[in-house]
């Protein structure tokens, strides 16, 4: 009888062992999401749970348009959604390394990108602008041109960034890591603008009453996949992004609509 004891209570140990390495039940119940919470109004982080930021793992708490349709798509795969907070050129190795699930993190599919990641279908489309200091030289431009020797930069890793080349005789600045960088940058005068994206632009100059928004009517060539977004999934996972994207077919443009105007609203003015 001792020895029954003795070899059951070894088959428990090397189970309670096994479960505590591949996280079991637990993991197989989250939802764990990639993003770099300071890209506003698609993420940003925050103090509290208030217009309901979810919680970071490690601390603190994140909101956004991204955050929104985590919840969304999380909620349609009946999983409980794990935010991760990851630097931007971290992304694509959290994906492959499994720490994350999806990048959902205003990230656009590009004809790169999908050669190491499977995108979903899109969830939100946007145009190119420019921030720049209100009251300045460059506030009342109307084409990409009128930046012909202005020192422009954008995100690194980012085909923003590589766009800037279409302005002849544009000062190209190093590419920074993020958006925070980028508006500090900015507002010092080490830059004359930067590339970015509608809903960051209106973050922007909604965050800073120095900062104005340049949209073109002579602007940047881009491919419709430049300008989408949609979720990264891990290479192969056909069946995560079939189901993803049937969620996504559920979320109509209206509501799409509403839930980045109330991100744009409820956007921190400061990014902490």
Request: charged share 25%; net charge negative; with cysteine.
């Amino acid at each position: 009888m001792k020895k029954f004891l003795s070899i059951l209570c070894v088959v428990v140990l090397i189970c309670g062992l096994s479960c505590g390495l591949s996280g079991c039940e637990q993991e197989k119940g989250e939802f764990r999401v990639g993003l770099e919470c300071a890209y506003a109004p698609f993420n940003w982080t925050q103090q509290d749970d208030s217009n309901g930021a979810v919680p970071i793992e490690g601390g603190g708490y994140a909101g956004g348009y991204d955050v929104e349709i985590a919840k969304i798509i999380a909620e349609g795969l009946g999983k409980e959604l794990v935010i991760v907070k990851t630097a931007w050129e971290g992304l694509p190795q959290a994906l492959q390394s499994g720490t994350i699930d999806a990048i959902i993190a205003g990230m656009s599919p590009t004809a790169e990108r999908k050669e190491t990641i499977d995108f979903t279908d899109n969830y939100y489309k946007s145009d190119l602008v420019m921030v720049v200091k209100k009251g300045g030289p460059y506030e009342n431009a109307t084409s990409i041109q009128d930046f012909s020797g202005a020192k422009i930069t954008a995100q690194l890793g980012t085909f923003h960034y590589t766009v800037i080349e279409q302005i002849e005789g544009v000062d190209q600045q190093t590419a920074m890591d993020d958006f925070t960088a980028m508006r500090v940058a900015l507002e010092s005068g080490i830059i004359d603008g930067y590339v970015s994206e509608r809903p960051e632009g209106i973050s922007a100059t909604s965050a800073n009453a120095n900062f104005a928004m340049v949209e073109f009517e002579d602007g940047f060539v881009a491919s419709d996949d430049d300008v989408a977004i949609a979720a990264g999934i891990k290479k192969g996972n056909d069946e995560l992004r079939e189901q993803i994207n049937e969620i996504l077919a559920g979320i109509s443009e209206e509501q799409r609509v509403e839930l980045m105007d109330a991100a744009i609203r409820n956007q921190p003015s400061e990014q902490n």
